[in-house]
């Protein structure tokens, strides 16, 4: 059995890589620029460069997992498969009537995007079942010969089934399935098998969106066949549920991939988090295009079933991060009443900030930070990376500075201030809307440039603490590195908890269970699982909303304590509870879990060691005041465990920067690995804040 | 993150320190709504988040809004006017709210709660922070306090001008229990009010750390400057439209009952004025429109067509002067009903539209269907218990210059979301047999206007319903050449499978077997049908979009068919 594992995050911007020897725990990471063409060929260059750091060969790799957007970029650009929809007769449309919602209520011309399916490959078959499962017209098989017919004389390429209530009595699917697979010969998607569930728009928008990405996944999981024939025993597919996925399951349920980038971000901050003894925390990561924040709670990941990409409703359960477009590439620009407005257009990789040199042309978030010399000229990736100071100057001075009547120093501070300012209130809406005061909290800071952000967020928040992990720059593939093997279920099955039958409750338990270890059996996974979650999400009666608590024990106990969760759960949440209620329980969900080698603790990288305590070199620095300071400059690598400095200060490393204002200090942790920043309070000093006084 | 100069004149003119405070107090209002939808009970609160909030200038100018409902955020500025009209703000109490719901002092309609606040920095008055939320029920003739055939406003639920509602921060128990005796369901009241109460108290707790970073008057006078700069850039998009006299007309129908909404648009230099003098009478029900409402209306039109990418405030709407003649369905006298108030704001809306289609028309959009709302209720088997449902049901949006109108939306000054067929099976006696798009309802035109929506309930159980659904008579029009859409059509098919079709505001009283359908109205198209590209002719006909045997697309308006009132859209 190899002794590495891998991890690689493939984002909009880099593509990052991590490994680590399970034996010595030794980590070593490597950050490429992502260009399109011959991405295969330099994920395998970088894995083979990585091996060779650890003196080994690609055939002593136990474990990839990665972390993809191919699914999600399918999605937003339209690369789908020819997808035929089957529905019950009358409701062929709910796809594209889509809860009748615009998406942008002051924009007239703005549309939703066109249907999944187009009207002409959505076709409907007679049969309708009941809320309870009961079948009101049986399913008229001549109709569905039809549809078969016709989607195969159209060519299509996937076909989605999603029938009225099929998550209540999945049979009229089922046989739909049959038919289909004798006359055509293309993969099929049930509704009550991707995601059975009510809702109808929500789970036939989820289950085409499974059909249309077959061919995707199948095309990705071919280009990456490649490591496994050169000795790499297992690889895994990130899950956007924080799991990862065998990549039988990612063929099953591709739209189980869809957030698997910005998951490993937030798994990566929870185990942040747990080392060092953190219940509740916020993460910030902030990459090329957006920054994505969560709110960690009592020691778990936070979920969400209301999620929408590219405009396409996603009901699977998915990692609940907040996404503002505020990145390294977001856009600064005039508006039209001469305010100075950042994002969230980007200029993401491709044309990218005026300083990469490669064709971009507006201001954007990282011109300012290597004009104000926060990125030194020669400190992205070690130097492999060129950026050119003067032309970011320029490119703030002529189209901000200029018109604006500031100087380019002013107009670079002012584009990180509305930048830090727009991160701020996405922060705020995701603590508040949970009932939770971020004052109390820890922002545990990541991505490339959520250091060089993250104290200034913190200090508006009135957040003391930050906490910045030792490779920010890749802490998603280190999230994605260390996250377990699931399998996951969910399941509408409504009923009154305050009168439910126990034996019911676990009969249809075990039927979601089961269904589970199928898939698991399939997949030839034979060790014992590490855990299986149960949860259930609860309701008051007359409530359309729920909330998911986790049951304990299938018994009459467990049944209260589950009662008594929610109710606390609702009262922190919503301010109030109603224990008099009835509650209703809606859907059921289970989750088993298979526990993977991770580094629990990980060792200096190789690759960069300097001698420890070398003495910092200077350059001229634009912090928040008119003139630049000479500010020391450290490098990470040569800090050592128990350091501490003061702002003003930058810290830079080979995937990350981070900036000290005067009054921050920086601790290096016990364990020499993350560093815990003590913030300045805006109040304490007034230098340090944008006043308008009298 | 700078020390600016200290003099206020020059950091409020500074361009990045006037972006911060506006974000800062955006967020304030976003803080505000979240803290709302957390802590209130009304379950069109708490679940549809119909509610809205926004800060104010000392002197009752809109500063800031959260985007949430168009026609809440229209309305707010003259709720909290008649307030500062009957309170005045010097003698204002840090810790005092004012609630009021009254349409005839700056409300919306009954169901709809005002509540704001005076915001001090020490002791200076630095502005005002108000919430809108939409109460479940507050008493009058029907459930939801929504009549369809209501002729005074008294049977449409308890009036509360503008009345103190708290002092330090304590909500006034006489008031509370005054109102709360009003509803139906007076523990909602009682809780949505609190949470009102205690919105207005985290913006002054948010204003008090802002206040640590500016000072009272710099923090008004960069307010003011927003204000300023947005209407500085309104009237700068006014300058370069040429000036003239654009003439819009809209026809509201209630049952049989048509209203002409007639506007004439004068601008001149960097002003306008919203004229409606010719605009119908008042209607005898519910089919009015207060004043506060129309205002809105008018200003959700302005900021879609002019005001593009201009930070949206009360500076917006200084150029703009409106004139309402009393007695018309756009300003009823007292004591006339006007629970439908957000139905007619659709046709003022249109109105609008169709003026400025003379001179602007790449902005505008043709006529857009549904928004109407169905009721029902009664006991329910499963429960028994009683029970009372009501939803609004898109239709067709207006097509542009720049596109075909979306297939089955809400109107514009609305963005409400359905209800899935499955939730409500679970829950009612109810059975939904159909729910799709109205094949060739859509208005032809080079741009076609969107589908209504087909929804068929088939009741299962004794229910008494209610319709308020316009444009059965007067279908939204097509503009610059486009077609009509098709119209309302509502549909009562007994179990023996005899059909009637019925008015469109009325009460039935729905009986076991009964499937009621319901087809709304096709948005209407925008330009000659002639210049519709032919890949878009043939992918309507292959997606079936459009009505027709032969496989031609329904070019000419249907005139003759089944509803001889649609007349061809005006060729501007």
């Keep these: 059995m190899g002794r590495l594992h891998a991890a690689i995050d493939v984002g909009g911007t880099f593509i990052d890589v991590i490994m680590c020897d399970a034996e010595t725990h030794e980590l070593a990471v490597l950050k490429l620029p992502n260009e399109l063409a011959g991405r295969e060929q330099s994920l395998l260059k970088a894995i083979e460069q990585l091996t060779e750091q650890f003196g080994a060969n690609i055939g002593e790799i136990d474990t990839i997992v990665i972390g993809t957007t191919v699914v999600t970029n399918a999605l937003l650009q339209g690369t789908l498969a020819r997808t035929g929809l089957i529905t019950t007769q009358g409701f062929r449309d709910v796809l594209e009537i889509a809860r009748m919602e615009r998406p942008a209520p002051y924009d007239l ?292 500075g200029r018109p604006l009547g500031l100087t380019w120093a002013r107009a670079a501070q002012g584009i990180l201030e509305v930048v830090t300012a727009n991160i701020v209130r996405a922060v705020r809406a995701i603590s508040v809307e949970r009932g939770h005061d971020p004052r109390g909290l820890t922002l545990i800071a990541f991505g490339g440039a959520g250091p060089l952000h993250a104290l200034d967020v913190a200090r508006s928040l009135e957040v003391p603490r930050v906490l910045i992990p030792r490779y920010p720059g890749v802490w998603s593939a280190y999230g994605i590195l260390t996250s377990d093997i699931s399998y996951s279920g969910y399941l509408t099955w409504f009923r009154t908890w305050n009168e439910i039958d126990v034996s019911q409750l676990a009969a249809v338990f075990d039927r979601l269970v089961g269904g589970l270890g199928a898939r698991v059996a399939s997949d030839g996974l034979h060790a014992a699982p590490l855990r299986i979650d149960r949860a259930v999400d609860l309701r008051y009666r007359g409530q359309s909303h729920t909330l998911t608590v986790a049951v304990d024990e299938l018994s009459a106990p467990g049944v209260a304590r589950a009662a008594e969760a929610f109710h606390l759960e609702h009262e922190r949440r919503y301010g109030h509870s109603a224990r008099t209620d009835t509650i209703e329980v809606v859907n059921i969900r289970a989750t088993i879990v298979y526990g993977r080698p991770t580094p629990d603790h990980i060792a200096e990288a190789k690759q960069h060691a300097r001698p420890a305590g070398a003495a910092p070199q200077h350059r001229l620095v634009w912090l928040s005041d008119p003139e630049p300071a000479l500010c020391p400059v450290h490098q990470r690598d040569s800090l050592c465990s128990g350091q501490i400095l003061e702002g003003p200060a930058i810290v830079e490393q080979y995937d990350s920067t981070i900036v000290l204002s005067t009054g921050d200090t920086v601790e290096v942790m016990e364990d020499g690995l993350d560093l815990l920043v003590h913030v300045r309070p805006a109040r304490d000093n007034h230098q340090g804040t944008a006043t308008v006084s009298r | 993150m700078t020390t600016r100069d200290n003099n206020a004149a020059g950091a409020a003119s500074d361009p990045i320190v006037l972006e911060l405070v506006r974000n800062s107090l955006l967020s304030v209002c976003e803080e505000m709504a979240e803290a709302l939808v957390r802590s209130s009970h009304s379950p069109n609160i708490k679940e549809r988040r119909d509610c809205s909030c926004s800060i104010y200038t000392p002197r009752g100018e809109m500063a800031v809004q959260a985007e949430h409902i168009p026609i809440h955020l229209g309305v707010m500025p003259y709720a909290l006017g008649h307030i500062l009209g009957q309170f005045a703000p010097e003698r204002m109490e840090p810790g005092e709210t004012y609630v009021v719901n009254d349409p005839y002092y700056g409300g919306n309609h009954l169901p709809d709660f005002i509540v704001a606040g005076p915001l001090f920095l020490g002791d200076k008055l630095v502005g005002f922070a108000a919430s809108m939320a939409h109460h479940n029920d507050v008493g009058g003739a029907s459930p939801r306090s929504m009549p369809a055939t209501s002729t005074e406003i008294f049977q449409e639920g308890l009036r509360v001008p503008p009345i103190r509602l708290s002092r330090k921060w304590e909500i006034i128990d006489d008031v509370l229990r005054l109102i709360a005796a009003n509803s139906r369901t007076p523990h909602e009241r009682i809780a949505d009010l609190r949470a009102q109460i205690a919105t207005v108290r985290l913006a002054q707790r948010r204003i008090d750390e802002l206040g640590q970073r500016y000072h009272p008057d710099g923090l008004i006078e960069a307010v003011s400057r927003i204000l300023d700069l947005s209407e500085q850039a309104m009237r700068t998009r006014l300058q370069a439209l040429p000036d003239g006299e654009w003439q819009g007309e809209s026809v509201a129908d209630y049952g049989t009952a048509m209203f002409p909404i007639k506007v004439t648009i004068r601008k001149q230099l960097q002003g306008i004025i919203v ?259 032919s890949d878009l002719v043939e992918s309507d006909i292959v997606n079936g979009y459009v009505r027709s045997a032969s496989g031609e697309p329904t070019h000419e308006p249907r005139a003759g068919s089944e509803a001889p009132y649609v007349r061809r859209g005006e060729r501007a």
């Design chain 1, 109 to 400: 011309q703005k549309r939703r995007p066109a249907p999944l399916v187009p009207r002409h490959l959505r076709l409907e078959v007679r049969e309708r079942v009941d809320a309870d499962g009961q079948v009101l017209c049986p399913l008229d098989v001549d109709s569905v010969v039809a549809a078969a017919t016709a989607l195969r004389d159209a060519d299509v390429q996937a076909v989605a089934v999603s029938l009225l209530f099929a998550f209540a009595n999945p049979t009229h699917e089922q046989t739909v399935r049959g038919i289909l697979a004798q006359e055509l010969a293309v993969p099929v998607s049930l509704s009550s098998e991707v995601l059975p569930v009510f809702r109808e728009y929500e789970r036939t928008s989820t289950t085409a969106i499974n059909a249309a990405t077959t061919l995707v996944i199948d095309r990705f999981i071919e280009s990456i066949k490649l490591l496994l024939d050169r000795g790499v025993r297992r690889v895994y597919i990130m899950g956007s549920e924080g799991g990862c996925l065998t990549l039988q399951e990612a063929r099953r349920y591709p739209v189980r991939c869809i957030m698997s980038g910005p998951a490993g971000g937030v798994i990566g901050g929870l185990r942040l988090a747990t080392r060092h003894g953190l219940r509740d925390a916020l993460t910030l990561d902030v990459g090329g295009t957006s920054t994505d924040v969560a709110l960690l709670q009592g020691g778990a990941l936070p979920y969400t079933d209301e999620r929408t990409v590219g405009g396409y409703a996603v009901a699977l359960p998915s990692v609940e991060v907040e996404t503002v477009g505020a990145g390294g590439g977001s856009v600064a620009y005039i508006d039209p009443t001469g305010l100075l407005r950042v994002g969230p257009l980007s200029a993401g990789a491709d044309p990218g900030p005026i300083c990469y040199l490669r064709g971009g042309t507006r201001p954007t978030v990282t011109d300012a930070h290597v004009a104000l010399g926060h990125i030194g000229a020669n400190a992205m990736l070690g130097g492999n990376f060129v950026i050119d100071r003067d032309a970011a100057t320029r490119g703030i001075e002529e189209q901000l």
């Design chain 2, 275 to 533: 004229d409606f003098t010719g605009t119908s009478p008042q209607c005898r029900g519910p089919f009015n429109s207060c004043l506060s409402n129309t205002y809105a209306s008018v200003f959700m039109a302005l900021r879609v067509v002019l005001g593009g990418g201009i930070p949206p405030n009360g500076g917006l709407y200084r150029p703009v002067r409106m004139i309402v003649p009393e007695g018309t369905i756009l300003n009823p006298n007292y004591p006339a009903a006007v629970s439908a108030a957000t139905q007619v704001s659709y046709h003022t809306f249109e109105a609008l539209m169709r003026a400025f289609a003379a001179v602007i028309p790449d902005a505008v959009i043709a006529d857009s269907g549904g928004g109407g709302v169905f009721s029902f209720g009664g006991l329910n088997p499963r429960t028994r218990e009683l029970y009372a449902y009501g939803e609004a049901i898109g239709g067709g949006f207006g097509a542009s210059a720049s596109g075909d109108g979306e297939n089955a939306a809400m109107p514009p000054v609305s963005n409400l979301h359905d209800t899935p067929v499955e939730a409500l099976e679970m829950i009612l006696p109810i059975r939904i047999e159909e729910y799709g798009l109205v094949e060739g309802s859509g208005g032809s035109g080079r741009f076609r206007g969107g589908l209504g929506i087909r929804r068929s309930f088939r009741f299962l159980a004794p229910a008494t319903c209610s319709f308020q659904v316009s444009m059965s008579r007067k279908a939204p029009m097509g503009l610059r050449g486009g077609c009509d859409g098709a119209p309302t059509r509502i549909r009562i098919v007994s179990p023996s499978g005899h059909a009637t079709t019925v008015n469109a505001f009325m009460h039935y009283d729905a009986q076991p077997g009964d499937l009621v359908i319901l087809e709304t109205a096709g948005g209407g198209g925008f330009g000659p049908p002639e210049a519709r590209g």
